[in-house]
């Protein structure tokens, strides 16, 4: 049974950072499309970063010069840095893994930026 567990959200200061970790059991990460989502109230889920499984990365425009994601193929788990934390990143933060018509989602984690 595949299972995705993200952790390392919470409440920051804007201009602050937070270490998201997205750990994966049942199924090798180093095979899938990792992406990182974040749905703010109200809105629709938005991908944020991803990496695929050659290692190419992608960012979503508001993300970039700010976020890094990357992935530990030993530890199985992948990483989400996020730097120069702005209010409007306040969400919950998804990781999902895709390959083909197969995908996994976590359960989420809540990430608010707030003086």
């Known amino acids: 049974q595949v299972q995705v567990v993200e952790s390392g959200g919470g409440l920051v200061q804007p201009g602050g950072s937070l270490r998201l970790s997205c750990a994966v059991s049942g199924t090798t990460v180093s095979i899938y499309i990792m992406g990182w989502y974040r749905q703010a109230p109200g809105a629709q889920r938005e991908l944020v970063a991803s990496?695929?499984?050659?290692?190419?990365?992608t960012y979503a425009d508001s993300v970039k010069g700010r976020f890094t994601i990357s992935r530990d193929n030993a530890e199985n788990t992948g990483y989400l840095q996020m730097n120069s934390l702005k209010p409007e990143d306040t969400a919950v933060y998804y990781c999902?893994?895709?390959?083909?018509?197969?995908?996994?989602w976590g359960q989420g984690t809540q990430v608010t930026v707030s003086s």
């Open positions: 990496i695929a499984a050659g290692g190419r990365i």
């Open positions: 999902n893994l895709f390959r083909g018509p197969i995908g996994y």
